[in-house]
């Protein structure tokens, strides 16, 4: 029986997605400093339609992460991607929190 | 990663095994590696400590930059008691990340309809505890206050170092209990151990109320457990 957790677990998600045929990227939390909302390890999963679930920072750059997903999906390549106040985008995607994160962003190759 | 390595995954996970991932980041490849298995002796170390702190990170060997992933076993909430509070805590124990089963030998408390989603044990503790052991990672909440039902999984729970051991009941009810354990050869440090009244104190209430402070008490234990020794592994 599926519980709530499951509905609510990435990877469980990315392995049904998969299942239905769908292009699917991986997200996951490499490293983080300072103060970041999600700890190294964590997973956002993205299909090719941007439909996605979990999270690598509480809101602040899953919009990034998602349109990044994108192109790593038709690609086939993995991608390092780096957010934080340094980051020459922050006004656009960085961490109110201050934090730095990178993410890893991987497609699931069937 | 590829389709397969995430498979294994999942299937590790759905059956309680601990897993590391490590993850080749130049190309994207993946491996899964299961606790209690041989590893390459170039990862070896890396692995073994990945399963003891359950701390993933990256990490370069030979040259190559690579993350370590850990999947440690959801902790498991036993309750014993099919009772009001049980029905909450179904609710949301399995919504922080817990396993859930209750144990109520009481056939008229332990009925499905009021027990969704949460694996449901009719049956005495000591039946069911002999053929499904608890283990570190396992928190046990005794909420009947009969002692016929409590005491025995209770001590149950302190012998298997389980890292939560909670008891509902009064402090009145709380002392005949530690009486009758001290009677019975439980040792006192290990008594000391029972979180009783159960719950954090913020002045819970109703049933829903003092499933909250019991979860909050829980999530407590498991995060500020003693990593030292065995404790931390899985």
Known sequence: MPSETDVLEPLKVAEEWCGEGRAVALATVIETWGSAPRPAGSHLVVDSEGNFQGSVSGGCVEGAVIAEAADVIASGKPKMLEFGVADETAWRVGLSCGGRIRVYVEPIDG | ?234
């Open chain 2, 1 to 234: 990663m590829e389709l397969s390595a995430l498979q294994a995954l999942n299937a590790a996970r759905a059956a309680r095994r601990a897993a590391v991932v490590v993850s080749d980041l130049s190309d994207g490849t993946a491996r899964v590696f299961l606790e209690g298995t041989s590893f390459p002796a170039e990862l070896a170390k890396a692995i073994s400590a990945a399963f003891l702190t359950g701390r993933p990170g990256p990490l370069t060997i030979e040259g190559r930059s690579l993350f370590f992933n850990v999947h440690l076993p959801p902790p498991r909430l036993v309750a014993i008691g099919a009772v009001h509070i049980s029905q909450a805590l179904a609710r949301f124990a399995p919504v922080a990340g817990f396993d859930m089963a209750i144990i109520d030998p009481r056939t008229a408390f332990a009925t499905a309809e009021r027990f969704q989603g949460v694996e449901l044990l009719a049956d005495w503790p000591e039946d069911v505890l002999a053929a499904r052991p608890l283990d570190r990672y396992t928190a046990l909440a005794a909420l009947t206050h009969d002692p016929k039902i409590d005491d025995y999984p209770i001590r149950a729970a302190l012998q298997a170092q389980c890292f939560y051991v909670g008891a509902l009941g009064s402090r009145r009810t709380h002392a005949a209990r530690v009486e009758r354990l001290r009677q019975a050869g439980v040792a006192a440090e290990a008594i000391e151990r029972i979180r009783a009244p159960i719950g954090l104190d913020i002045g819970a209430s109703s049933p829903a109320e003092i499933a909250v402070a019991v979860l909050a008490e829980i999530i407590e234990a498991l995060r500020r457990r003693d990593l030292g020794g065995e404790g931390g592994k899985a």
